[in-house]
C-alpha cells in the first residue's frame, strides 16, 4: 500500500461534533476523525459523478472494495509557544502510561516534566513493591497527561486545538426570517490560534492509505480540490471549509524507525531498569525477562474491539494473534492500560444515526512478551499499517508497536 500524507488547514470554525448518546448537547472533538475526512472525499466525488457506481470502478475499490482505502484520524500539528510557525508531519497519542506534575504539568521547560511509567511498574510488580512516583522537579504529585505530541531535535511538543461557542438564531422556514426565541449554540474548533501577536492558521496532519494503483489518481483529486471538501456540519452556515494538501504517495512500510528497531530499543532499556531494580531490591521471585521479547501496543486512535462477538477494551493474547494472523502459543500479555467511552454519530449517506459503538480510548498501552520474535516482526509491521478491531477503514484501531515515549523514565523526564 501507499502512504498519501496530508496537511489541513482550517480557513473557517470547524464543527467536529462528538455526540453522546442519551445527551442533548453535541460536544466538539480536540482533532479531525479520519471517518469525517472519509466521508468528505466520498461525498464529493458521488456530487460530481455523472455515472452510476459500480463494483468495477475507483469509487467502489477506495471505499466498498476488500481492500479499501485507510483515511487517518488528523491531529493538530502546529507547534506551540514557537516564535516561528512550525508545522510537524508526524504527531503522536501520548500513552496512557505517561504522567507528569498535578501542579505544573507539561514539557520542559514551561512544565516540570513528563515520563513514562510503563517499564517501571513491570519491574516494580516483578520485584513485587509498590511504584508510586513523584514530579521528578519538586516532589510533588504526579496525574496522568494526555493529548497529542511530537518531537524535534530532542524537544518534545504539546499539540492541541482549542474550541469555542458559536451562537445561532434558528430560521422561519415558512417566512424566511429569524425565529423569535430560537437560540442555539455550535462548539467548533477555532480556525486560528495565537502566536505572540499574530493569528496563524490551525494545521492538521494525516494520512490516507490507498492501494499502490490507485494513489497517484486520489493525490491529484485531492490536490485538485484542494478548497472544495467541507469537514464536519453546518457547511451551509460557512463552517467547514479547509485547504487540504495532498503530498506523493510513499510506501506505507517505509516508516522509520522500523518495528524491528523499536523493539530492540525497548528491550534493552527494560533489561537496564530491571538490573537497576536488582541492584536495590535483590532477586526477583522469577526472572521475567529470561528468554522472551517485549513489546507494546499502542493505539494512536479510538479503536472497536470485539471477542467472541463481545465488546471489549482489552486486546488479548488470542485477539493479537487473530490479528496478525501468528500462530504462537508463547504470547503472554502483562498489563493492559487503557479506558473506554461510547460513540455515535451520522451517516449523511443513509440518512441515519450510526450504531452507539463501545470504544476504547486512543492512547490505550498492552504490553506483550514472546519467545518467538522472528514470527511477530512482520506481522507487526503490517498491523501498523492496516490497524486492529472494526472500522479501520474509518481511522479506528490505528497502533503504533513500542512507541519511542516508553523509554522516557522518572529521572530522564521531558
Known amino acids: 500500500m501507499k502512504r498519501i500524507n496530508l496537511e489541513i488547514k482550517a ?25 469525517v475526512i472519509r466521508g468528505a472525499v466520498a461525498a464529493y466525488i458521488l456530487k460530481r459523478a455523472t455515472t452510476p457506481i459500480t463494483a ?40 496512557a502510561t505517561v504522567l507528569s506534575s498535578k ?34 522537579k519538586d516532589g510533588g504529585r504526579v496525574d496522568a497527561f494526555t493529548g497529542f505530541y511530537s518531537e524535534l531535535n530532542g524537544k518534545y511538543y504539546s499539540h492541541s486545538a482549542t474550541t469555542r461557542l458559536l451562537t445561532r438564531v434558528g430560521i422561519n422556514r415558512r417566512r424566511a426570517t429569524s425565529e423569535e426565541r430560537v437560540l442555539y449554540s455550535i462548539e467548533v474548533l477555532n480556525e486560528s490560534q495565537t502566536q505572540g501577536k499574530k493569528e496563524k492558521p490551525v494545521v492538521y496532519t494525516s494520512a490516507i492509505l490507498v492501494a499502490d494503483e490507485l494513489a497517484d489518481s486520489l493525490q491529484t483529486f485531492i490536490n485538485n480540490h484542494q478548497e472544495d471538501l467541507r469537514l464536519g456540519g453546518a457547511s451551509s452556515r460557512g463552517l467547514g471549509r479547509v485547504k ?19 523493539i ?19 532477586q526477583p521471585l522469577e526472572d521475567l525477562l529470561e528468554n522472551r521479547i517485549y513489546f ?12 467472541n462477538w463481545r465488546r471489549t ?63 511477530w516482526m512482520e506481522k507487526l509491521q503490517d498491523l501498523e499499517v492496516n490497524g486492529v478491531g472494526d472500522r479501520t477503514s474509518e481511522g479506528f484501531g490505528q497502533i503504533q508497536v513500542c512507541n519511542e515515549f516508553h523509554l522516557i523514565l522518572r529521572e530522564e523526564a521531558k
Open 11 to 35: 480557513l473557517s470554525p470547524l464543527a467536529i461534533g462528538r455526540q453522546k448518546p442519551g445527551g442533548s448537547i453535541s460536544e466538539a472533538e480536540s482533532y479531525i476523525p479520519g471517518t
Open 56 to 95: 468495477s470502478d475507483n469509487f467502489h475499490s477506495l471505499f466498498l472494495g476488500d481492500n479499501p482505502a485507510i483515511f487517518q484520524n488528523a491531529y493538530p500539528a502546529t507547534i506551540e509557544g514557537d516564535k516561528q510557525t512550525r508545522i510537524q508531519p508526524q504527531v503522536k497519542v501520548i500513552p
Open 103 to 136: 501542579t505544573k504539568s507539561g514539557f520542559k521547560p514551561k512544565g516540570n516534566g513528563v515520563f513514562d511509567t510503563l517499564i517501571d511498574r513491570f519491574c516494580a510488580e516483578g520485584y513485587s513493591h509498590l511504584y508510586d512516583p513523584n514530579c521528578p
Open 244 to 262: 487540504i494538501t495532498a503530498k506523493s504517495p510513499i510506501e506505507a512500510k517505509t516508516v522509520k524507525p522500523l518495528v524491528e528497531d523499536r
Open 264 to 282: 530492540n530499543s525497548f528491550q534493552r532499556k527494560l533489561h537496564n531498569r530491571w538490573d537497576e531494580w536488582k541492584k536495590i531490591y535483590n
Open 296 to 307: 507494546t501496543i499502542d493505539l494512536q486512535s479510538d479503536a472497536i474491539l470485539r471477542e
Open 313 to 375: 477494551t482489552v486486546i488479548s493474547e488470542d485477539m493479537l494473534r487473530q490479528f496478525a494472523g501468528v500462530i504462537d502459543s508463547s504470547l503472554k500479555l502483562h498489563g493492559a492500560y487503557s479506558s473506554y467511552d461510547y460513540l455515535s454519530g451520522w451517516n449523511s449517506a443513509w440518512g441515519l444515526m450510526k450504531d452507539v459503538e463501545l470504544i476504547t480510548n486512543k492512547g490505550g498501552v498492552y504490553l506483550f512478551s514472546t519467545n518467538q520474535p522472528n514470527l
